[in-house]
């Protein structure tokens, strides 16, 4: 089992999320990333999405959050990126943070 993946994520926050400034409801926050994860089933680009809609500042980047190890994301992300094959896109992911669609690249 690898010790690191590289991995890049689209990130939809709601209000009262960790670290939110967002407007939107938990409910808004989930129909948006599900309409984005049928973008991406229907061969939508994940970094232009990304760039467009994240939350995170990887957003300019794409979503890249470059190569990390175990015990540096929280553990539902953290689960999903070492769970998945490079190439493979997760289901929708809730953390603290708000919901994610993750992407291993590596």
Do not use: W
């Amino acid at each position: 089992m690898s010790s690191q993946v590289r991995a890049s994520h689209i990130l939809l926050m709601y209000k009262g999320s960790m670290r939110s400034q967002a407007e939107r409801s938990k409910e808004e926050a989930l129909a948006a990333i599900k309409s984005f994860q049928d973008d991406l089933n229907d061969g939508a680009d994940f970094g232009q999405i990304a760039r467009q809609f994240s939350d995170c500042p990887s957003g300019e980047e794409g979503g890249d959050l470059g190569r990390f190890g175990r015990g540096m994301m929280v553990p539902e992300f953290e689960e999903a990126a070492f769970s998945m094959q490079p190439g493979e896109v997760s289901d929708v992911i809730e953390t603290p943070f708000g919901f994610h669609l993750i992407q291993r690249t590596e």
